[in-house]
């Protein structure tokens, strides 16, 4: 179970919690993510906007420097955004890789399997170790599984089991005890980047997002991707404000959540660094294994 | 309703042609069903509808295609492509309008490109980017000073700020990549 692994630029910033329960849990399971040395940003949400050459360079480089330094080793990209420019870069190098050699100034070949984070939880193996890890459960906790766009599209580059209604975080929840509901928005737009750029136009795609896991019973989000997770758990205030709600719904990722399952603390988690309170749900939940 | 002036039309249609094959689209394959405008999560926002805009190329009006504001407000969430029946890769068809609107320096919706450049800023110096030095940038440039000011003490409690920006370790390479691709670009 051994991947180079690019993080990606908000794992030591915004996405700090991810990168930390992240950690826990793959000491934990026995997993190894070994980072690309040298990698760069993939200039997801600006660079491909604007220049095509730009949008698949950036990210080629870094497919470049893994196969230089870990060749034949499957990449595991943490974020949705980095993982469709990831694939996207894969796809432009499978198209012209004289182009994307000269572009980059590497030798990319552009032959080792690409994955997302999702994905290196889904092998069997891994899902065999997690649940010997676990001693904790979250005692039914409903949990709504919120994987975003790019996970999941465009559906000829990634890997996820359905566009429409993937499942892979939802067993993963099941097996730290929690209760994924069924809801509709599994893979709707958060708005991205225009939260910054378009605010206006973007609050009602997150506020949609609570809405819909509220109406179907979900008592906190579970994300994988850092820029959803920024634009649910940093932006849940401003959104309550702004359409008068009081959604009180906590965010997660789903590392969080199984690093406490497998035994780590509020800090170990990460959880303590959200924007909405998310400690008190847990400590209400959580119960040691054979105490049901 | 659009009133289309044939003569002018059948000029720009080799343009409007050029950018769907970049966006590896075949303009016929549309018979305007409109799924993707459906499934659109920015529609509401869009000057043209994701189905009016290959309508708009099919009918080879360049013009109005460039000049949309469509293209900036897409999230690239690629659901339209996604749900076409005929497999229609429309969120690439709109990246390729935004980036040759881009290229010609036309941009119907200056925040979003805007923010695109300012995003570009710390890539450029440490190789990788960074929410707050861009936001910094972004706040001046587009004069919406005191955006997200209100996150701030909560992400220096919680470690998120970065204050010690992280470096890719080879700067100079990623550098003259970006310079090539500029480059590149240009020609």
């Known amino acids: 179970m051994l991947y180079s692994y690019f993080p990606g630029c908000t794992m030591s910033t915004t996405g700090i919690e991810y990168a930390k329960s992240l950690r826990f849990v793959n000491k934990a399971i026995g997993m190894r993510f070994a980072d690309i040395k040298g990698w760069n940003c993939c200039g997801a949400s600006a660079a491909h906007a604007v220049s095509r050459e730009l949008g698949v360079a950036l990210p080629a480089r870094n497919i470049a420097l893994a196969e230089m330094q870990r060749p034949g080793v499957p990449i595991v990209v943490a974020c949705a955004a980095c993982y469709s420019r990831m694939k996207c870069a894969e796809n432009a190098i499978h198209t012209d890789r004289e182009k994307l050699r000269s572009l980059t100034g590497t030798n990319v070949s552009g032959d080792i399997p690409i994955v997302s984070i999702l994905e290196a939880f889904s092998s069997v193996e891994v899902r065999e170790a997690i649940a010997s890890a676990i001693t904790r459960t979250l005692s039914g906790l409903k949990v709504a599984c919120y994987y975003g766009c790019l996970f999941a599209r465009p559906s000829g580059t990634s890997h996820m089991d359905d566009p429409e209604d993937p499942t892979s975080m939802d067993e993963l929840m099941a097996l730290a005890g929690a209760e994924p509901v069924k809801w509709s928005f599994k893979t709707e737009c958060c708005g991205g980047s225009h939260h910054i750029d378009l605010p206006a136009a973007a609050k009602p795609l997150s506020k949609n997002i609570f809405q819909n896991a509220r109406a179907n019973g979900a008592q906190a989000i579970v994300t994988a991707c850092p820029m959803c997770m920024m634009n649910l758990d940093m932006r849940e205030g401003e959104i309550n404000r702004a359409f008068s709600e009081n959604f009180n719904m906590p965010v997660y990722y789903f590392t969080e959540l199984l690093a406490l399952v497998m035994g780590a603390n509020e800090k170990e988690s990460g959880i303590n660094r959200h924007f909405w309170p998310a400690t008190k749900l847990i400590s209400d939940s959580i119960a040691e294994r054979g105490n049901l | ?187």
């Open chain 2, 1 to 187: 309703m659009i009133e289309v002036n044939l003569n002018e039309a059948a000029l720009r249609a080799k343009e409007c042609q050029e950018l769907a094959s970049r966006a590896g689209v075949t303009l016929s394959d549309c018979y305007q069903c409109g799924k993707c405008s459906a499934g659109c999560p920015m529609g509401g926002s869009m000057d043209k509808q994701p189905h009016q805009m290959l309508r708009l190329l099919q009918l080879g009006l360049y013009e109005e295609t460039i000049n949309a504001s469509s293209p900036w407000i897409c999230a690239s969430c690629h659901v339209c492509a996604c749900r076409c029946p005929h497999g229609i890769n429309i969120s690439e068809l709109m990246e390729a309008v935004r980036q040759r609107a881009a290229s010609s320096d036309i941009c119907p919706v200056k925040d979003v490109r805007r923010f695109t450049k300012d995003f570009l800023i710390p890539v450029r110096w440490l190789g990788r980017s960074h929410e707050a030095i861009m936001s910094a940038f972004y706040n001046i440039t587009s004069g919406h000073v005191f955006l997200n000011f209100s996150h701030i003490p909560q992400m220096l409690l919680s470690g998120k700020l970065g204050i010690v920006p992280e470096m890719s370790g080879d700067i100079d390479d990623v550098r003259a990549l970006i310079e090539r691709c500029e480059k590149e670009a240009e020609n």
